[in-house]
């Protein structure tokens, strides 16, 4: 029986978002995504290990005057149905599912943490037709690579604070630089969340090599990561710009791993300013 709970309160901050809720079958997977409409370009965003879909609010609604964010659900989060594996080729094939069940036609792909992992094998396996990737923060743990920078002990704490009940005080211990209302909506959805979901992750992280993908991603890819990020490091960074050269690679500063929650101003503007490749406008910020 999975161990996820909703609140009737996190289901009601629905009603506030500017979006509807699309829903994809992948295999026997029901698999739940925001889809913000419009005319642009569609961008498939896929969230990080603890992340929900309506995390990636903040970051959806500043982009719709570019592109069609469609913010996904990754199994074993949110809405989307729980898994019975979670390794990349697994989380990859979801997204593959989503861009086939949506019809979507040559979409790009944004990822943050997990997700830009996700993103990374997505794009290197080249099952559906896409523009190209932009991979926010990607973890570059793995084998003989040393261990994730935050424990799994720690997310199943938080974990546990959110399935008892938890305010954004609470959330805010962890996360001081976080808007107020990420950290309220955080406090409202991490137990939509599954501890095997997160645990088997968290080990894909370390037996699992970033590097034995990125190398294969086409370009154009656009690397962002966060100045401090314990999880993009500076020798890390390097190695990315050497094993895909193709590839463009931005330092967004004053950011650590939760880039776009420690810095969202300079982190939204990187991001636009990276799409603006495949969406020619503003760059640096709406128009």
Partial sequence: ??????????????????????????????????????????????????????????????????????VLDVRGRGLSDDGASYTLEDYAADVEAVIRGLDLHRPLLLGHSMGARIAAVAAARSAVPLRGSVLVDPPMSGPARGPYPTTLSAFQSQLDQARRGTDADEVALSWPRWPRREQELRARWLASCGAEAIAATHQGFETEDFFDTWPAVPAPSVLLYGAQSPVVTQSGAAEAARANPAARLVEIPDAGHMVFWDNPGGALAALREALSQWVPGDPAGKN
């Fill in 1 to 70: 029986m999975s161990d996820r709970v909703l609140s009737q309160s996190a289901l009601a901050d629905l009603a506030d978002i500017p979006a509807l809720g699309r829903w994809v079958r992948s295999g026997s997977l029901q698999l739940h995504a925001l889809d913000y409409g419009g005319e642009g370009l569609p961008l498939v965003v896929v969230p990080g290990i603890t992340s929900p879909a309506i995390s990636m609010d903040f970051v959806a609604r500043e982009l719709t005057d570019l592109v069609r964010p469609i």
